[in-house]
Antibody, heavy 120, light 112 residues
Framework: EVQLVQSGAEVKKPGESLKISCKGSGYSFTSYWIGWVRQMPGKGLEWMGI????????RYSPSFQGQVTISADKSISTAYLQWSSLKASDTAMYYC?????????????WGQGTLVTVSS | QSVLTQPPSVSGAPGQRVTISCTGSSSNIGAGYDVHWYQQLPGTAPKLLIY???NRPSGVPDRFSGSKSGTSASLAITGLQAEDEADYYC????????????FGGGTQLTVL
């Protein structure tokens, strides 16, 4: 069974750094793109970027380029999303998603979400 | 403002049929990119509902169907049930954004 299990909720202050994780299991972690989707409170879904754990090829949405860093450790089948300096506007639920790219990519499996709250 | 446009809300009575539209442009749906649909039940992560315009993953009831034409796509739900009350999102790709994924703004379905 394919599973994406994310790290727990975080409460941080503006300016702090943060790294959240997403562990994949039940499939070949290095053979699928894995990415992140943001959902701000009461709002819709926004695609942030992706990484191919097989070779660490990483791509970002223009809206998130330079704001976050996506990485992966294939030895432990885990992808990461990190911030160097959080802002209050980073408060959101973050989902990791597996991309099935047989044709145009779609997101066939989702993590349970990690709630990030940034508040002074 | 989302690249793909969905109605903010739709509603229907149990047993009825509802449709949710997803309108794009010549740089996304009209460029031939597939449209995919996701269902987000209250307080849960989204779930894949339709992929490749009209394909249902295993376990998704055949009450859900998708179609695409020109620069638009639609999700149809027949035999509406209370458990279908959720937010629905379309997703495609946009060549003007270097081919990256884009979502519609989401549609809240209310079962009356």
């Amino acid at each position: 069974e394919v599973q994406l299990v994310q790290s727990g909720a975080e409460v941080k202050k503006p300016g702090e750094s943060l790294k959240i994780s997403c562990k994949g299991s039940g499939y070949s972690f290095t053979s699928y793109w894995i990415g992140w989707v943001r959902q701000m409170p009461g709002k819709g879904l926004e695609w942030m970027g992706i990484i191919y754990p097989g070779d660490s090829d990483t791509r970002y949405s223009p809206s998130f380029q330079g704001q976050v860093t996506i990485s992966a450790d294939k030895s432990i089948s885990t992808a990461y999303l990190q911030w160097s300096s959080l802002k209050a506007s980073d408060t959101a639920m973050y989902y990791c998603v597996r991309h099935d790219c047989g044709g145009d990519c779609y997101f066939d499996y989702w993590g349970q979400g990690t709630l990030v709250t940034v508040s002074s | 403002q989302s690249v793909l446009t969905q109605p903010p809300s739709v509603s229907g009575a149990p047993g009825q049929r509802v449709t949710i539209s997803c309108t794009g442009s010549s740089s996304n749906i009209g460029a031939g990119y597939d449209v995919h649909w996701y269902q987000q039940l209250p307080g849960t992560a989204p779930k894949l509902l339709i992929y490749g315009n009209s394909n249902r993953p295993s376990g998704v009831p055949d009450r859900f169907s998708g179609s695409k034409s020109g620069t638009s796509a639609s999700l149809a739900i027949t035999g509406l049930q209370a458990e279908d009350e959720a937010d629905y999102y379309c997703q495609s790709y946009d060549s003007s954004l270097s081919g990256y994924a884009v979502f519609g703004g989401g549609t809240q379905l209310t079962v009356l």
